[in-house]
């Protein structure tokens, strides 16, 4: 099942928007990010973060900074809160 919505995130005091597409596969999530903010452009160039298994390659570029690394934790757990609040209202 895939879903894609637009969810806001506190990151650093301020708070940011983003496009986000999630595919569960083999009980993973897979998280497709499109930034809509232009300040989180010096840390993702082009707006855009993969997270979770769907691409390995991705995570290892990422792991590199621990500035974008709390950016992908604040991104995760503001998609896992949005998933849990549509689960809970009995959304499909």
């Known amino acids: ?9 506190s990151f ?3 708070t940011y928007s983003a496009l986000v597409s999630v595919l569960t596969k083999n009980n993973d999530l897979c998280i497709q990010v499109k930034l809509q903010d232009e300040d989180l452009l010096n ?4 707006g855009k973060l993969n997270i979770g298994p769907c691409d390995e390659s991705a995570l ?5 900074s621990s ?16 998933l849990a609040s549509h689960k809970a209202l009995g959304a499909a």
Not at 43 to 46: E, K
């Open 1 to 9: 099942m895939s879903r894609i919505f637009t969810t806001s995130f």
């Open 12 to 14: 650093r005091e301020s």
């Open 43 to 46: 840390l993702v160039p082009d």
């Open 60 to 64: 290892l570029l990422q792991a590199r």
């Open 67 to 82: 500035v974008l690394k709390e950016l992908v934790a604040t991104i995760t757990e503001a998609v896992e809160k949005h």
